[in-house]
């Protein structure tokens, strides 16, 4: 699914050449992701960059709580 993301990136906005993709380091899950995302990259000739976060620190309480009303 995370490669998907990317792929849907592409589709609108077909001229993105470089990216950034947040994720939380201190999450395995997270890094496997990473990977899945930049394996879609390579194919759809798109640069990422990680930007590690800690969830809860680096992220803005109120992006917090609108993802948690997404979830839902």
């Known amino acids: 699914m995370s490669g998907k993301w990317l792929e ?5 906005a077909p001229g993105v050449r ?4 947040l994720r ?5 899950a997270g890094i496997a ?3 899945a995302i930049g394996a879609a990259a390579q194919s ?3 640069e990422i960059r990680p930007i590690d976060i800690t969830l809860g620190l680096d992220v803005p309480p109120m ?3 609108r993802a948690d009303e997404v979830i839902e």
């Open 8 to 12: 849907l990136l592409k589709e609108i």
């Open 18 to 21: 470089r990216t950034a993709v």
């Open 63 to 65: 992006l917090l709580a």
């Open 24 to 28: 939380d380091a201190a999450n395995p």
């Open 33 to 35: 992701q990473f990977v």
């Open 44 to 46: 759809l000739k798109v």
